[in-house]
């Protein structure tokens, strides 16, 4: 049995966040009411937990029973699997901190959850309104890093090698299938690299070209960012 659905839930104070996954089976269950306020719960000790998942299971809920007796009752009064999937947090130091709720239905609960951290040396209203759209971006793009070096090596590796079979094939000069390939590998880096992806407020521009803009002669740099969208790669 396949629990994929579920919820993404964030809770924050005083600029820490955390983010936390739950699954069930079914969408019906994502909506039961017992299974949201379990969900909100958890959230609040995943908080109070720093995102660590043994120190959030075995920590007591407002019933005085754990988070993993709870969990086990749940299932049996509901009937499906459900597992708490994921937890990760973001601290206040140094950073400025955001959060957006994509598909929520309440506030910070819905299917895809993003935090982001930003290391700034100026706040002003700009700034504040960048990294709510910036945390927007990242829900729609879903950026698998921030930048070219952070790009896991394998996976640049996996993509080249479809890019060479599916030109290898294709009849055409070596030398042309190298810069064709070299092309496409760079494409596919910047589309998967938040900071060279276009910004999807204004697709001319990349979302580098953007924070320079704002930051002027300040700075602006993305120090973390976490994405979770129910039942990714499940």
Same mark, same amino acid.
């Given at each position: 049995?396949?629990?994929?659905d579920?919820?993404?839930?964030?809770?924050?104070?005083?600029?820490?966040?955390?983010?936390?996954?739950?699954?069930?089976?079914?969408?019906?269950?994502?909506?039961?009411?017992?299974?949201?306020?379990? %969900?909100?719960?958890?959230?609040?000790?995943?908080? @109070?937990?720093?995102?660590?998942?043994?120190?959030?299971l075995?920590?007591?809920?407002?019933?005085?029973?754990?988070?993993?007796?709870?969990?086990?009752?749940?299932?049996?009064?509901?009937?499906?699997? #459900?597992?708490?999937?994921?937890?990760?947090? %973001?601290?206040?130091?140094?950073?400025?901190?955001?959060?957006?709720?994509?598909?929520?239905?309440?506030?910070n609960? +819905?299917?895809?959850?993003?935090?982001?951290?930003?290391e700034v !040396?100026?706040?002003?209203?700009?700034?504040?309104n960048?990294?709510?759209?910036?945390?927007?971006h990242?829900?729609?793009? !879903?950026? @698998?890093?921030?930048?070219?070096?952070?790009?896991?090596?394998s996976?640049?590796?996996?993509?080249?090698?479809?890019i060479?079979?599916? @030109?290898?094939?294709? +009849?055409?000069?070596?030398?042309?299938?190298?810069?064709?390939?070299?092309?496409?590998?760079?494409?596919?880096?910047s589309?998967?690299? @938040?900071?060279?992806?276009?910004?999807?407020?204004?697709?001319?521009?990349?979302?580098k070209? #953007?924070?320079?803009?704002?930051?002027?002669?300040?700075?602006?740099?993305?120090?973390k960012?976490?994405r979770?969208?129910?039942?990714? +790669?499940?």
């Open positions: 049995r396949v629990a994929a579920g919820l993404v839930s964030i809770s924050e104070q005083n600029n820490k966040f955390s983010i936390l996954e739950v699954n069930s089976e079914t969408d019906f269950v994502a909506k039961n009411i017992e299974f949201i306020k379990f %969900v909100e719960e958890v959230s609040k000790l995943a908080l @109070l937990n720093l995102g660590k998942m043994d120190d959030i075995s920590s007591n809920m407002e019933n005085k029973k754990s988070v993993k007796d709870n969990l086990v009752a749940l299932i049996s009064k509901i009937g499906e699997k #459900i597992t708490i999937r994921r937890s990760d947090f %973001v601290d206040s130091e140094k950073c400025l901190n955001f959060s957006y709720t994509h598909s929520a239905i309440k506030t609960i +819905g299917k895809i959850g993003v935090l982001l951290s930003l !040396s100026k706040k002003n209203d700009e700034l504040l960048l990294g709510k759209q910036l945390a927007m990242i829900a729609a793009s !879903s950026p @698998l890093s921030i930048d070219k070096e952070d790009l896991d090596k996976l640049i590796s996996k993509e080249k090698e479809i060479t079979e599916e @030109l290898k094939n294709s +009849g055409k000069d070596p030398n042309i299938i190298e810069k064709i390939s070299l092309g496409k590998l760079n494409k596919f880096i589309e998967n690299t @938040l900071l060279n992806q276009e910004w999807i407020i204004e697709p001319k521009k990349k979302v070209e #953007i924070l320079k803009e704002v930051a002027g002669k300040d700075k602006i740099k993305i120090k960012f976490i979770f969208k129910v039942g990714e +790669g499940i």
